[in-house]
C-alpha cells in the first residue's frame, strides 16, 4: 500500500481538526479518520502509515475477535427472525472493514456485516505490544464498560462542541 501524504487527505465537514482519506482494500473502500485533539496531524498520518503495513494481518485478527463475541448475540436476533443460526466462521466471513479511525491514542476499527449494513460494529486496537499481538476491546454506544471508553467520548463529545 501506497503511504499516505497529507496532501491527499480531505478535511472532514462534520468534524473538526478531522480529515480522511479512502483506501482500496480487499476491493472496496476502507475510509482512514484522522480526529485531531491533542496529537498533530502529522503525528497521526505517521501512525497511520506504520499501521498500514499490518492492515491484512489486524483485520484478520480483529474480525476472528468480533465474530466470537458476537455470535451469540447475532444467533438469537437471527432466532427472532427465523433465519438460520450461523458458525463463528460464517459470521467472520461476513465482517468486513469499512473505516480505520485514529484519535489520539486510540485506533478503532469500523465493521458492517454483508447481510445488514446498518449493522456496525467497533472495535478498539491496542498494539501497545506490537503487531503480532494486539488486543482487541468492543466497544459501542450503550456499553459503558470502563473509564477508558468514557474518556474518549467525552474527548470526542468535547472537541465536536468546543469543549476542549
Keep these: 500500500m501506497k503511504l499516505l501524504e497529507i496532501n491527499d487527505l480531505k478535511e472532514r465537514k462534520t468534524v473538526p481538526d478531522s480529515y480522511e482519506i479512502g483506501l482500496v482494500y480487499k ?3 476502507v475510509d482512514i479518520l484522522l480526529d485531531k485533539l491533542h496529537y498533530s496531524l502529522e503525528q497521526l498520518l505517521e501512525a497511520a502509515n506504520h499501521l498500514l503495513p499490518y492492515l491484512s494481518q ?12 458476537e455470535l451469540l448475540r447475532f444467533n438469537a436476533y437471527n432466532q427472532t427472525k427465523n433465519k438460520p443460526l450461523v458458525s463463528e466462521e460464517c459470521l467472520e466471513k461476513h465482517i468486513s472493514l469499512h473505516a480505520v ?4 491514542e486510540s485506533i478503532d476499527f469500523f465493521y458492517r456485516l454483508s447481510c445488514d449494513r446498518k449493522y456496525e460494529l467497533i472495535v ?4 501497545a505490544q506490537g503487531y503480532e499481538y494486539p488486543k482487541f ?11 477508558g471508553w468514557l474518556h474518549k467520548v467525552s474527548a470526542f463529545l468535547g472537541k465536536m462542541f468546543g469543549l476542549v
Excluded: I, P, S, T
Design 27 to 29: 476491493g472496496h473502500r
Design 58 to 69: 489486524l483485520d484478520l485478527k480483529a474480525r476472528k475477535y468480533l465474530a466470537k463475541e
Design 101 to 104: 479511525q485514529f484519535f489520539d
Design 124 to 127: 478498539e486496537v491496542c498494539v
Design 137 to 147: 476491546e468492543q466497544w459501542f454506544l450503550g456499553n459503558v464498560k470502563d473509564k
